[in-house]
């Protein structure tokens, strides 16, 4: 009878281990299964993300690209002031409806300002970020050229005759001598893709040269920050 009872509980034992051993070889394949299937996933998940890298990528690119291209083409290539002697006849028979326009003197003349680059301060003043020059030339108006700011925080300005322009990343100091426009100085910065940044100054025709610090930066962005900005009237049609 004992050795009946044992061979019963024998067998049961070897039935529950068999059982056991079941199971833990199918959890075991479970978990091989898992785990490739998470790897699997993590594939996906980095196709898909070097996908979303390279569609924003092309994107970033197209959209610099575009900036480029809207910063090469200025806004007033196609300006057409014929049959125009005076400066308010430009403004009379060729302004459109929003444009802006003002008068300053520059170095050793008075130059005649006009912009489709408009935008109101706080305190409901017109300004400009972007302005095309003219000046009388033979007594009638003549193009000498144009200035252009990237932000609206550093508007078309003067102070002591001297034009002042630029961005969030550099400033540039203009003059009208003997019928041209001069750009009298230059400074800017660069940043690497650390982030470090490089400073440039560049004065008049010169060679831009490679700055140890921002001293020169600084301070043509001190003068901008003291010259007024270009106060310009708004044409109304």
């Known amino acids: 009878m004992k050795n009946k009872t044992a061979l019963i509980m024998s067998l049961a034992m070897a039935v529950m281990l068999t059982a056991c051993g079941n199971k833990a070889a199918e959890s075991t394949e479970t978990a091989v299964d898992s785990h490739e299937s998470a790897i699997e996933l993590t594939e996906e998940a980095k196709e898909a993300d070097e996908s979303v890298k390279e569609e924003i990528t092309e994107g970033a690119t197209e959209e610099t690209s575009a900036e480029a291209i809207e910063e090469t083409e200025k806004p007033y290539a196609d300006f057409n002031f014929e049959g125009c002697d005076t400066f308010t006849q430009i403004v009379d028979s060729k302004l459109e409806n929003g444009w802006g326009y003002a008068n300053?003197?520059?170095?050793?003349?008075?130059?005649f300002f006009v912009s489709n680059g408009i935008f109101n301060d706080a305190d409901g003043n017109a300004q400009a970020i972007d302005s095309l020059l003219f000046i009388y030339k033979d007594s009638v108006p003549a193009i000498v050229g144009q200035v252009s700011s990237t932000s609206t925080s550093c508007p078309v300005s003067i102070k002591d005759k001297v034009i002042y322009a630029?961005?969030?990343?550099?400033?540039?100091?203009?003059?009208?001598?003997?019928?041209e426009l001069v750009r009298t100085e230059a400074a800017w910065v660069e940043y690497d893709s650390d982030g470090k940044e490089t400073y440039y100054y560049q004065s008049g025709d010169g060679a831009e040269t490679k700055q140890a610090d921002s001293t020169e930066y600084d301070r043509l962005f001190e003068e901008f920050a003291e010259a007024t900005p270009v106060y310009f009237s708004v044409v109304v049609k």
């Open 166 to 179: 630029g961005g969030n990343h550099g400033a540039e100091k203009y003059t009208v001598l003997n019928n």
């Open 104 to 111: 300053e003197s520059v170095g050793d003349t008075d130059v």
